[in-house]
Protein backbone atom coordinates (compact mmCIF):
# COMPACT_ATOMS: atom_id res chain seq x y z
CA UNK A 1 0.00 0.00 0.00
CA UNK A 2 1.71 2.89 -1.22
CA UNK A 3 1.38 5.86 1.77
CA UNK A 4 4.24 7.55 0.60
CA UNK A 5 3.26 8.35 -3.18
CA UNK A 6 -0.20 9.68 -1.91
CA UNK A 7 1.30 12.62 -0.29
CA UNK A 8 3.50 12.77 -2.94
CA UNK A 9 0.18 13.28 -5.39
CA UNK A 10 -1.23 16.04 -3.26
CA UNK A 11 1.87 18.26 -2.98
CA UNK A 12 2.87 17.61 -6.70
CA UNK A 13 0.18 18.52 -8.30
CA UNK A 14 -1.80 20.95 -7.11
CA UNK A 15 0.72 23.91 -7.66
CA UNK A 16 -0.67 23.19 -11.23
CA UNK A 17 -3.76 24.02 -10.93
CA UNK A 18 -3.61 27.59 -11.73
CA UNK A 19 -0.95 27.12 -14.71
CA UNK A 20 -3.83 28.19 -16.96
CA UNK A 21 -6.26 30.77 -16.63
CA UNK A 22 -9.51 30.01 -15.32
CA UNK A 23 -12.60 30.41 -18.21
CA UNK A 24 -15.92 30.28 -17.10
CA UNK A 25 -18.06 27.52 -18.41
CA UNK A 26 -21.37 26.51 -18.06
CA UNK A 27 -23.18 25.91 -14.44
CA UNK A 28 -26.50 23.99 -14.15
CA UNK A 29 -28.11 26.04 -11.73
CA UNK A 30 -31.24 26.99 -10.17
CA UNK A 31 -31.80 30.65 -8.58
CA UNK A 32 -32.82 28.89 -5.52
CA UNK A 33 -31.77 25.03 -5.74
CA UNK A 34 -30.46 23.26 -3.09
CA UNK A 35 -28.00 21.78 -5.05
CA UNK A 36 -26.30 22.66 -8.03
CA UNK A 37 -24.44 20.29 -10.55
CA UNK A 38 -20.48 21.85 -10.69
CA UNK A 39 -19.79 19.42 -13.40
CA UNK A 40 -21.16 16.68 -14.89
CA UNK A 41 -19.85 14.31 -17.48
CA UNK A 42 -20.20 10.91 -19.19
CA UNK A 43 -17.87 11.15 -22.12
CA UNK A 44 -20.00 9.76 -24.48
CA UNK A 45 -20.79 12.54 -26.89
CA UNK A 46 -17.10 13.85 -26.97
CA UNK A 47 -15.12 13.44 -29.66
CA UNK A 48 -12.52 10.28 -29.64
CA UNK A 49 -8.96 11.15 -29.45
CA UNK A 50 -6.00 12.47 -27.82
CA UNK A 51 -6.48 15.42 -25.01
CA UNK A 52 -4.68 18.79 -26.25
CA UNK A 53 -3.11 21.37 -25.00
CA UNK A 54 -5.38 24.50 -23.46
CA UNK A 55 -7.78 25.23 -24.56
CA UNK A 56 -8.31 21.73 -25.90
CA UNK A 57 -9.46 20.07 -28.93
CA UNK A 58 -12.85 21.39 -30.51
CA UNK A 59 -15.11 18.78 -30.13
CA UNK A 60 -13.70 17.31 -26.55
CA UNK A 61 -16.13 19.64 -24.08
CA UNK A 62 -13.38 21.89 -22.83
CA UNK A 63 -10.81 19.20 -21.58
CA UNK A 64 -6.90 19.33 -22.45
CA UNK A 65 -3.99 18.51 -21.69
CA UNK A 66 -2.18 20.10 -18.62
CA UNK A 67 1.18 17.52 -19.30
CA UNK A 68 1.44 14.64 -21.46
CA UNK A 69 5.47 13.70 -22.45
CA UNK A 70 5.84 11.23 -25.05
CA UNK A 71 4.88 8.18 -24.76
CA UNK A 72 2.56 8.83 -22.07
CA UNK A 73 -0.87 10.24 -23.31
CA UNK A 74 -4.74 11.31 -22.60
CA UNK A 75 -7.68 10.84 -24.37
CA UNK A 76 -11.17 10.10 -25.29
CA UNK A 77 -11.76 6.63 -26.18
CA UNK A 78 -14.30 3.77 -26.45
CA UNK A 79 -12.49 0.73 -26.06
CA UNK A 80 -12.71 0.62 -22.36
CA UNK A 81 -16.07 2.24 -21.11
CA UNK A 82 -19.46 2.13 -18.57
CA UNK A 83 -20.64 3.70 -21.49
CA UNK A 84 -20.12 4.49 -25.09
CA UNK A 85 -16.38 6.45 -24.63
CA UNK A 86 -14.29 7.45 -21.29
CA UNK A 87 -11.39 9.76 -19.99
CA UNK A 88 -7.84 7.24 -20.35
CA UNK A 89 -4.35 8.07 -19.35
CA UNK A 90 -1.69 6.49 -19.62
CA UNK A 91 1.75 6.37 -19.02
CA UNK A 92 4.83 4.13 -19.19
CA UNK A 93 7.95 3.26 -16.73
CA UNK A 94 10.31 4.26 -19.79
CA UNK A 95 9.67 7.86 -18.44
CA UNK A 96 12.96 9.38 -16.53
CA UNK A 97 11.37 10.22 -13.44
CA UNK A 98 7.70 10.58 -11.62
CA UNK A 99 6.24 12.96 -14.99
CA UNK A 100 2.46 13.20 -14.17
CA UNK A 101 0.24 12.70 -17.19
CA UNK A 102 -2.56 15.06 -16.30
CA UNK A 103 -5.74 16.20 -17.82
CA UNK A 104 -8.26 19.24 -16.47
CA UNK A 105 -11.30 20.35 -17.45
CA UNK A 106 -11.83 24.07 -15.91
CA UNK A 107 -15.22 24.95 -14.17
CA UNK A 108 -17.03 28.26 -12.87
CA UNK A 109 -16.46 28.01 -9.31
CA UNK A 110 -19.69 27.37 -6.80
CA UNK A 111 -20.24 29.82 -3.71
CA UNK A 112 -19.04 27.19 -1.01
CA UNK A 113 -19.57 29.10 1.79
CA UNK A 114 -23.79 29.04 0.65
CA UNK A 115 -23.26 25.53 -1.07
CA UNK A 116 -20.71 23.60 1.68
CA UNK A 117 -21.37 20.11 0.99
CA UNK A 118 -19.72 18.91 -1.92
CA UNK A 119 -19.66 15.54 -3.48
CA UNK A 120 -17.66 14.31 -6.04
CA UNK A 121 -18.50 11.11 -8.00
CA UNK A 122 -16.77 9.03 -10.63
CA UNK A 123 -16.12 5.45 -11.82
CA UNK A 124 -12.37 4.27 -12.39
CA UNK A 125 -10.67 1.28 -13.69
CA UNK A 126 -7.04 0.64 -13.01
CA UNK A 127 -5.00 -1.32 -15.26
CA UNK A 128 -1.04 -2.36 -15.77
CA UNK A 129 1.00 -4.59 -17.91
CA UNK A 130 2.42 -6.32 -15.37
CA UNK A 131 0.81 -6.97 -11.71
CA UNK A 132 3.23 -9.74 -11.02
CA UNK A 133 5.87 -6.22 -10.59
CA UNK A 134 6.14 -4.59 -7.37
CA UNK A 135 6.55 -0.66 -8.92
CA UNK A 136 4.12 1.68 -7.85
CA UNK A 137 0.99 2.53 -9.14
CA UNK A 138 -0.41 5.89 -8.39
CA UNK A 139 -3.28 7.53 -10.19
CA UNK A 140 -5.35 10.59 -8.93
CA UNK A 141 -8.16 12.70 -9.37
CA UNK A 142 -8.65 15.96 -7.64
CA UNK A 143 -10.81 18.82 -7.65
CA UNK A 144 -9.81 22.43 -6.33
CA UNK A 145 -8.63 26.08 -7.56
CA UNK A 146 -6.86 29.58 -6.21
CA UNK A 147 -5.81 31.45 -5.06
CA UNK A 148 -2.19 30.50 -5.79
CA UNK A 149 -0.10 28.35 -5.49
CA UNK A 150 -3.33 26.19 -5.87
CA UNK A 151 -5.56 23.84 -3.36
CA UNK A 152 -6.88 20.46 -3.38
CA UNK A 153 -10.76 20.82 -1.94
CA UNK A 154 -11.76 17.60 -2.47
CA UNK A 155 -10.29 14.15 -4.44
CA UNK A 156 -8.58 10.86 -3.57
CA UNK A 157 -5.39 8.47 -4.61
CA UNK A 158 -5.24 5.25 -6.16
CA UNK A 159 -2.58 3.08 -5.49
CA UNK A 160 -0.79 -0.71 -5.56
CA UNK A 161 2.40 -1.70 -5.53
CA UNK A 162 5.29 0.16 -4.00
CA UNK A 163 6.93 -3.03 -3.12
CA UNK A 164 4.13 -5.41 -3.32
CA UNK A 165 3.37 -7.38 -6.49
CA UNK A 166 0.34 -5.50 -7.87
CA UNK A 167 -1.66 -8.45 -7.98
CA UNK A 168 -1.44 -9.05 -4.41
CA UNK A 169 -1.55 -4.90 -3.17
CA UNK A 170 -4.70 -5.14 -5.36
CA UNK A 171 -6.03 -1.56 -6.03
CA UNK A 172 -6.04 0.65 -3.05
CA UNK A 173 -7.87 4.16 -2.68
CA UNK A 174 -6.68 6.64 0.01
CA UNK A 175 -6.76 10.64 0.54
CA UNK A 176 -5.46 13.29 2.60
CA UNK A 177 -5.72 14.29 5.90
CA UNK A 178 -4.47 17.62 7.49
CA UNK A 179 -3.52 16.41 11.34
CA UNK A 180 -2.58 19.90 12.76
CA UNK A 181 0.91 19.92 11.00
CA UNK A 182 0.83 18.44 7.52
CA UNK A 183 -0.95 15.96 5.07
CA UNK A 184 1.79 13.18 5.90
CA UNK A 185 -0.85 11.10 7.57
CA UNK A 186 -3.27 9.66 4.52
CA UNK A 187 -6.69 7.82 5.22
CA UNK A 188 -7.37 4.50 3.28
CA UNK A 189 -10.67 3.68 4.02
CA UNK A 190 -11.07 0.19 4.64
CA UNK A 191 -14.26 -0.70 2.33
CA UNK A 192 -11.80 0.81 -0.58
CA UNK A 193 -8.65 -1.65 -0.37
CA UNK A 194 -7.31 -4.54 -2.27
CA UNK A 195 -9.85 -4.00 -4.89
CA UNK A 196 -10.18 -5.70 -8.47
CA UNK A 197 -7.56 -5.09 -11.03
CA UNK A 198 -9.49 -4.44 -14.46
CA UNK A 199 -12.76 -3.75 -13.54
CA UNK A 200 -14.98 -0.47 -13.03
CA UNK A 201 -15.36 0.66 -9.45
CA UNK A 202 -17.56 3.53 -8.52
CA UNK A 203 -16.26 5.88 -5.57
CA UNK A 204 -18.95 8.78 -4.22
CA UNK A 205 -16.61 11.25 -1.92
CA UNK A 206 -18.64 13.58 0.20
CA UNK A 207 -17.52 16.74 2.61
CA UNK A 208 -18.31 19.23 4.58
CA UNK A 209 -16.16 22.34 3.63
CA UNK A 210 -17.93 24.54 6.35
CA UNK A 211 -17.28 22.12 9.44
CA UNK A 212 -13.89 21.47 7.51
CA UNK A 213 -14.41 17.54 7.76
CA UNK A 214 -15.35 14.73 5.10
CA UNK A 215 -18.49 13.31 5.71
CA UNK A 216 -18.45 10.03 3.87
CA UNK A 217 -17.03 7.64 1.31
CA UNK A 218 -19.06 5.20 -0.58
CA UNK A 219 -16.86 2.79 -3.09
CA UNK A 220 -18.88 0.27 -4.93
CA UNK A 221 -22.10 -0.17 -2.87
CA UNK A 222 -20.38 0.28 0.50
CA UNK A 223 -20.75 2.85 2.93
CA UNK A 224 -18.20 4.02 5.57
CA UNK A 225 -18.03 7.28 7.75
CA UNK A 226 -15.30 9.28 7.49
CA UNK A 227 -16.57 12.09 9.59
CA UNK A 228 -13.63 11.71 12.13
CA UNK A 229 -11.06 13.40 9.59
CA UNK A 230 -10.69 16.67 8.68
CA UNK A 231 -9.96 18.21 4.92
CA UNK A 232 -6.67 18.63 3.77
CA UNK A 233 -4.19 21.58 3.53
CA UNK A 234 -2.25 22.91 0.90
CA UNK A 235 1.42 24.37 1.52
CA UNK A 236 1.42 28.11 1.37
CA UNK A 237 4.64 28.97 2.97
CA UNK A 238 7.29 26.81 4.36
CA UNK A 239 5.72 26.38 7.74
CA UNK A 240 2.05 27.69 6.49
CA UNK A 241 -1.07 25.71 5.39
CA UNK A 242 -4.59 27.00 4.37
CA UNK A 243 -7.82 25.24 3.53
CA UNK A 244 -9.08 25.45 -0.60
CA UNK A 245 -11.76 27.72 -0.76
CA UNK A 246 -12.45 27.55 -4.55
CA UNK A 247 -13.41 24.95 -7.11
CA UNK A 248 -12.24 26.60 -10.35
CA UNK A 249 -11.21 22.67 -12.13
CA UNK A 250 -11.45 19.21 -12.43
CA UNK A 251 -7.96 17.23 -12.93
CA UNK A 252 -6.62 13.88 -13.24
CA UNK A 253 -3.36 12.08 -13.50
CA UNK A 254 -1.57 8.77 -13.78
CA UNK A 255 2.14 8.98 -12.60
CA UNK A 256 4.93 6.25 -13.74
CA UNK A 257 7.66 4.38 -11.42
CA UNK A 258 10.02 1.96 -11.71
CA UNK A 259 10.99 1.49 -8.92
CA UNK A 260 11.49 -2.14 -7.07
CA UNK A 261 12.99 -3.69 -9.65
CA UNK A 262 9.84 -3.44 -11.64
CA UNK A 263 8.31 -2.02 -15.02
CA UNK A 264 5.13 -1.53 -16.38
CA UNK A 265 2.71 0.24 -18.64
CA UNK A 266 0.05 1.39 -16.78
CA UNK A 267 -3.53 3.55 -17.29
CA UNK A 268 -6.35 5.01 -15.67
CA UNK A 269 -9.99 5.05 -17.01
CA UNK A 270 -12.69 7.71 -15.77
CA UNK A 271 -16.10 7.66 -16.67
CA UNK A 272 -19.32 8.60 -15.18
CA UNK A 273 -17.89 12.02 -13.56
CA UNK A 274 -20.19 14.34 -11.27
CA UNK A 275 -19.19 17.32 -8.96
CA UNK A 276 -22.40 18.81 -7.28
CA UNK A 277 -22.37 21.42 -4.16
CA UNK A 278 -25.20 21.34 -1.57
CA UNK A 279 -26.85 23.42 0.74
CA UNK A 280 -26.46 22.53 4.86
CA UNK A 281 -28.87 19.99 4.96
CA UNK A 282 -31.40 20.29 8.39
CA UNK A 283 -31.46 18.17 11.24
CA UNK A 284 -35.23 16.49 11.20
CA UNK A 285 -37.51 17.92 13.74
CA UNK A 286 -38.97 15.35 15.89
Known sequence: MDRIT???LARAFLPALLLIATSAVSQERRANSSKIVVYKQNFNSLRAGATQPFPGAPGQGGWFSQLAIDPAFGEIEADIALGAQ??????????????QTI?????????????????????FYARS??????????AGMLVGGGPYPGFEVLGFGITSGNGTPKD????????????????NEPIFPKSAQNLAWDTWHTVTLVAD?????????????????????????????????????????VQTEIVPN???????????Y?????????????SKRR
Do not use: H, M
Request: proline share 5%; hydrophobic share 35%; net charge negative.
Open 258 to 268: AGFGGWSEDDI
Open 168 to 183: VAGVNLGFATFNGSDN
Open 6 to 8: LCV
Open 103 to 123: DRRLVTPPDLTRYPRITLQVS
Open 270 to 282: WDNLKVTVERPRR
Open 129 to 138: SDLSAANTYF
Open 209 to 249: QANDRYVSIELDGKLEDISAFSLPRSITAPNGWERGQLIEA
Open 86 to 99: ALREFTSSSLNGPV
